[in-house]
């Protein structure tokens, strides 16, 4: 290619916000991965550094499939769905008629949940919400157990927005994996945002962490190849015995 028709470097933008998921949301097509970047400073380096982890933005921008369907079928409103991305599961929701919330950090998704008729607030979840403590189910779908890097801290904090004896609906990764990294968001021609924690967890991590958080487990699943799982805030003065150390329900 020609110097003068080479691409200019940008500087990267911030996570989710201006760097190419931004982009793919608009266009609705991928690819899109994370990239697993080295740890801080200090530490010995990552088994996979380096590695391209695919984000299936595809999924994301089209209707809910019959995996989210069995998730949406155990939502008790309102809901909020934490990382709504594009708004696919508000959608569903709210043509349902069920009360529905997404909140994300990214503008894009932001609005193309709006285009799609469905409510959305642009927002961290760690951010002062609307409705705190009263929501009956969250959602935390795609991946999303590892906003923040501290699968702990952000249970810990849906714990304060869902009522109590609410629910919270989470999506675990497909692999034994529990893993606290650093990644980025980057295109297939290598454009990529700023550098943020993570982290990935299969079931059994997210059952720990969730166990450590005080959610209550009364149902696991998978569907299409995508484990799931149930949780609970217990409400005051309950004293049963903690499903997630029993083992819990099985669900087909």
Known sequence: MPPADRPRPTEPGEPWTDDPYAHALRTGRGPLYLRRLSPPAGLDGIEGEGELLPLDVERWCVAADAADTGVLHRCTGPVLDVGCGPGRLVAALAARGVRALGVD??????????????????????????????????????????????PVALLLRLRAVVAPGGRLLAEAAPHDVDEHLTVRVEDAQGRHG???????????????????????????????????????????????????????????
């Open 105 to 150: 950090v990214s503008p894009a998704a932001v609005a193309r949940t709006r285009q799609r008729g469905a409510a959305a607030v642009r927002r961290s979840v760690f951010e002062r919400l609307p409705r705190e403590g009263h929501w009956g189910t969250v959602l935390l779908m795609d991946g999303n157990i590892g906003i923040g890097g501290d």
């Open 194 to 252: 700023r550098p943020f924690p993570w982290a990935r967890l299969g079931t059994d991590a997210l059952l720990r962490a969730a166990d450590t958080a005080g959610w209550i487990l009364t149902g696991r699943w998978t569907a299409e190849g995508r484990p799931f799982v149930e949780l609970h805030r217990p409400k005051p003065g309950h004293h049963d015995e903690h499903p997630a150390t029993a083992g819990g329900p099985e669900h087909p």
